[in-house]
C-alpha cells in the first residue's frame, strides 16, 4: 500500500482522537482556573486520566503515521484535529455546523491538499543522530522556558505546547526509524535517549497545552496547532534531509497551501473570550468550532448532570 496514504488514514484517525481530548482537557481547564486549583489537583480527576487516554491513543496513531510518512505531511495533517472538532463540537452543542465553520473546514482542507500534494513521498529512513537530537532539545527547551515564563496563561503557553509537541514528534520518527534499522540494535543509546526525550517533551506539551487552555479553547487551540506542524518542519527539512516536490513551483504551492490552511485553522479557531452561554441556551452561530467547544470559559463550570439530555449518542464526556 502507498505509504503516503497510509499515512494520511492514520493522521485522520488520530486527529479524531486528539480533537475529543482537546474538548475534554479545555472543560477540565476551566474548572481549575481558580484560586485555589492548579494542575496538581487534575492527577486526582478520573476525567483526567480519560482524557489522557484519549492523547495516548491519539498518540500512538500519530507514531504510527510518522512511520509511512515525512514530518512535512504528517505534522501539517495535525489541522485536521479542527476539522474533526467541527461535527464533534456541533455534535455537542446540538446544533447544525454554523456557515463560518464550513467556510474554514473547506480552507484547511484545500490547504492541507496542496500540501499533501508536495510533501508526499515515500516512508522516512532518515534519523537525527544523538548529538543533534540533544542539540535539537536543548535549543527548544530554551524557548520553551523563555515562552512559559509568565504566570498568565495564554499564547505564549500555547506556542510553548506547540513547539515541544513538534519537537516530540520529530524524535518519535527518528526512534521509529533508529529502532527498526536492523544494522543497530533496537535498544540502541541513541534510541533510548531519544525516547526518553521524546517522553520529556510530550508530557510538556500536554501540560502547557492544559495551562494554555485555561483561558478557552478557541485562540490557544490554533496557536498549538499552527506551531506543531512549523517546528517539527523546520528539523526535517534542514536534519532530515527533506523535501518538497516540485522545486520551485512545488515550494509556492506548498506556501499557498500552508498559508490557507492557517487561514482556515485561524477560522475554525476563532471565539470571543468571556464566559460560556447558558447550558440550554442557544448556540452562537457568530463564532466558530471554538465557540462550541469552550462550553465552559469561566471558572464556575456546570456538572455533567446538569447539561439536558440530547437525542442520539449524547455529548462527549464532560470533564
Known amino acids: 500500500m502507498n505509504p503516503t496514504l497510509v499515512a494520511v488514514v492514520l493522521s485522520l484517525f488520530s486527529s479524531v482522537a486528539y480533537a475529543s481530548a ?11 482556573a ?8 487534575l492527577l486526582a480527576q478520573g476525567a483526567w486520566w480519560w482524557s489522557v487516554t484519549l492523547n495516548a491513543s491519539a498518540a500512538l496513531l500519530h507514531v504510527a ?28 452543542a446540538g446544533r447544525r455546523v454554523g456557515a463560518a465553520e464550513w467556510r474554514g473546514t473547506a480552507l484547511t482542507l484545500t490547504g492541507l491538499a496542496a500540501l499533501l500534494v508536495t510533501a508526499s513521498g515515500s516512508a522516512p ?16 527547551a530554551a524557548v520553551i522556558g523563555v515562552l512559559a515564563r509568565g504566570a498568565r496563561p495564554g499564547l505564549r503557553h500555547a506556542t510553548a505546547s506547540g513547539f515541544a509537541s513538534g519537537v ?19 535498544l540502541s543509546a541513541q534510541v533510548v535517549v531519544v525516547a526518553l526525550l521524546v517522553a520529556v517533551f510530550s508530557a510538556g506539551g500536554l ?21 506543531n506542524p512549523l517546528a517539527a518542519a ?30 482556515g485553522v485561524t477560522t475554525l479557531s476563532r471565539s470571543a473570550p468571556g464566559p ?21 470559559s469561566g471558572p464556575a463550570a456546570y456538572e455533567p448532570s446538569m447539561v439536558p439530555r440530547q437525542s442520539g449518542s449524547g455529548h462527549l464526556t464532560s470533564l
Open 22 to 32: 482537546a474538548v475534554a482537557q479545555e472543560r477540565l481547564a476551566a474548572r481549575s
Open 34 to 41: 481558580g484560586p485555589d486549583t492548579g494542575t496538581l489537583r
Open 65 to 92: 503515521a510518522l512511520r509511512y510518512g515525512t514530518l512535512t505531511l504528517v505534522q501539517p495533517l495535525g489541522a485536521l484535529t479542527l476539522v474533526a472538532a467541527v461535527p464533534l463540537g456541533a455534535r455537542v
Open 125 to 140: 529512513d532518515e534519523a537525527l543522530s544523538l548529538p543533534q537530537a540533544l542539540a535539537v532539545a536543548g535549543t527548544t
Open 168 to 186: 516530540a514528534s520529530a524524535l518519535t520518527q527518528t526512534v521509529t526509524v533508529a529502532a527498526t534499522d536492523r544494522s543497530d540494535s533496537p
Open 207 to 227: 501540560l502547557l497545552s492544559q495551562t494554555a487552555y485555561q483561558g478557552g479553547l478557541g485562540a490557544p487551540l490554533a496557536v498549538v496547532t499552527l506551531a
Open 234 to 263: 523546520a528539523i526535517g527539512l534542514s536534519l532530515l534531509d527533506e523535501h518538497l516536490q516540485g522545486g520551485a513551483a512545488g515550494l509556492l504551492l506548498a506556501l499557498a497551501g500552508a498559508s490557507t490552511a492557517a487561514w
Open 276 to 296: 460560556a452561554a447558558p447550558p440550554d441556551g442557544p448556540a452562537d452561530d457568530d463564532h466558530p468550532v471554538a465557540a462550541v467547544l469552550a462550553l465552559e
